[in-house]
């Protein structure tokens, strides 16, 4: 019989092998259990974080001056140049679909980022080369008063072939490379569950800082001319970047890739309306728990049953037919599903409101590249024989970023912590983002007011720019930062805790379809607006010369639309229920 002492040494021996590798089904890049000391955290974390901003370096580097470079190099008219900005963009967030798809069900992470970052640094590449050497002709032209000649059709396919291989390789990379830098902490771990929290909160800085880079220094070059300098600049950003990504190669942490997700919920739902009419007394009971079945297979560890979406328990339950076939070892998993592979289904179907409800954030968001920068050209943009650009002044929004966000981490969330015991959870902080969101909107329809009375003040007919400072546009800017803080790092947070293991690149990619959708819904309601607000020979809400129109208006119509977004959020946000994983505690995030 053991001693007492040899069960203790060996309890200990066990603890300390449990605390040698990492408790979330992590690996290495040998596919063995990953060990936490030489794999993953802050070294991992930092590579991955210095990734991400020199690639939105380069990726904004591009995207920034689109449309000048459409219009200045390419001749395009306006119109044109802003549509086929629009197409390209949104290409960048369908790919972004197709890059966490591949990651999730065969590549994995690391594979499907390195491979994509390849794809951009190529693309960038093509374009610095076939900018210098084709497009830029006759030598120095690509300034506002200097236009390019016309191009032949296979260099103008070659820069669209350029800038395709960009939108691939950034939306591709950008879903995954959050996700891959969130399996680098191990939320198994108190210390590191921690920091995981954190590392979202310092990625959307690293994005910041990345595009203050490129809205500002890129910005001037490209602006003046010097096309050729910006765009090399952003391909050595990104090929920097993928040098220190593969640097750290041996350090990274992986998880298994899950296979093709849209066969697991065709499964589900088969097998759910197979036994459509089959008597079911909802419950645990004669539910499929199929121990043989490998958790890999779902990316991950096991998702436990909850109550909700009822129905999708048929796909689960074990009639007698199919106890026949678990007897033979020939399941069909058209017919019966494990009910952790119900669960992911159920998973997803409980994200689908919540990010439904963040689109209309996304269309206030967007106003900063868009409206904004009108109303900032109708002000005073001189200072001194100075003018400042409308667009630079998404620089205080960025600053404003960096600032909500050191101060949420250093005083609101110790302070919250301190009161509640607890820190605010991912939804209420998504819902204290809409409720900034619509003091912004507010601040700008407020300032826009005073635009106006200057305007029809100072000019007799309406045309020329008011007299009301530029920097009057400081608080909107800076109130749209706060509410990035707290809606989009929420957001990542979010539905990277609560998506299945073996869908986290896929949550990741909502949170870039959500703006991108913000974006079509935007253009949707400004023609709507337009529309309506011009009949009976009005100009409108938003005629070309703002000093006749009301974009005011417009403004305290999207405050309106945001506060009622934010009642349904509330609703959602309370009826949402939390994934349950087996061998982690789950606590409530439904109160916002």
Not at 102 to 107: A, G, P
Request: glycine share 8%; proline share 3%; charged share 20%.
């Amino acid at each position: 019989m053991a001693s007492s002492f040899e069960i203790v040494s060996k309890e200990v021996h066990l603890k300390g092998e449990e605390e040698r590798f990492t408790g979330d089904g992590s690996v290495d890049l040998h596919g063995k259990p990953a060990i936490r000391e030489t794999t993953g955290r802050w070294f991992a974390g930092t590579i991955i974080l210095l990734n991400q901003g020199l690639a939105t370096l380069a990726f904004f580097g591009v995207g920034v001056n689109l449309v000048l470079f459409l219009t200045r190099v390419l001749q395009q008219d306006n119109a044109d140049a802003a549509n086929s900005v629009s197409k390209w963009t949104g290409t960048v967030y369908i790919f972004s679909l197709v890059g966490a798809f591949l990651s999730d069900s065969y590549w994995g992470r690391y594979r499907t980022c390195a491979i994509f970052q390849i794809i951009f640094v190529i693309g960038l590449v093509l374009l610095s080369l076939s900018t210098q050497f084709f497009l830029l002709k006759p030598h120095g032209c690509g300034k506002e008063s200097s236009h390019c000649e016309s191009h032949s059709s296979w260099v103008i396919s070659l820069f669209y072939i350029s800038i395709y291989m960009v939108a691939l390789g950034n939306g591709g990379y950008q879903p995954n490379i959050a996700t891959f830098g969130a399996d680098q902490f191990d939320e198994e771990h108190p210390k590191e569950g921690h920091s995981k929290v954190a590392f979202f909160s310092y990625f959307y800085l690293a994005l910041n800082i990345g595009s203050l880079f490129s809205n500002t220094i890129l910005s001037y070059f490209e602006d003046e001319g010097m096309w050729a300098l910006g765009l090399w600049a952003s391909t050595a950003s990104a090929f920097t970047g993928l040098v220190l990504f593969i640097a750290g190669t041996k350090r990274y942490r992986h998880f298994r890739p899950s296979g093709n997700p849209l066969s697991r919920f065709g499964q589900v739902f088969a097998a759910a309306i197979k036994k459509f009419s089959v008597s079911f007394s909802p419950g645990e009971d004669n539910l499929c728990e199929d121990e043989d079945d490998d958790d890999e297979s779902m990316g991950g560890r096991k998702m436990l049953h909850t109550h909700g979406f009822k129905f999708l328990d048929r796909a689960a339950y074990i009639t007698s037919r199919d106890l026949d076939h678990m007897k033979e070892n020939a399941r069909n998993p058209w017919r019966l599903c494990p009910i952790s592979q119900v669960e992911e289904v159920k998973c997803i179907l409980r994200l689908l409101p919540i990010w439904l409800c963040t689109i209309i954030y996304s269309v206030v968001f967007t106003q900063m590249a868009s409206l904004f920068v009108e109303q900032g050209d109708a002000m005073n943009t001189e200072i001194s024989n100075f003018r400042i650009p409308p667009a630079s002044m998404s620089s205080f929004d960025i600053l404003s970023v960096a600032f909500f966000i050191f101060l949420y981490r250093r005083v609101i969330d110790p302070v919250v912590f301190r009161i509640r015991k607890r820190s605010l959870t991912e939804l209420q902080r998504m819902g204290i983002g809409l409720v900034i969101a619509i003091l912004a909107m507010v601040a700008a329809g407020v300032v826009e007011c005073y635009r106006l009375k200057y305007a029809r003040k100072d000019c007799k007919h309406c045309q020329g720019s008011s007299s009301l400072s530029i920097f009057w546009q400081v608080p909107q800017y800076a109130l749209i930062g706060a509410s990035e803080v707290f809606m989009y790092v929420g957001q990542l947070e979010f539905f990277n805790a609560q998506a299945p293991d073996g869908l986290k690149s896929f949550g990741s990619a909502l949170c870039m379809t959500s703006i991108s959708l913000g974006n079509y819904v935007s253009s949707l309601l400004v023609s709507i607006v337009i529309k309506i607000s011009s009949e009976d020979n009005m100009p409108g809400w938003i005629p070309g010369n703002l000093n006749k129109g009301h974009l005011d208006r417009f403004y305290f119509l999207l405050a309106g639309l945001t506060a009622l977004d934010l009642i349904i959020y509330i609703v959602c946000a309370k009826w949402y229920q939390n994934v349950k994983l087996e061998g982690k505690s789950s606590h409530n995030d439904s109160q916002v």
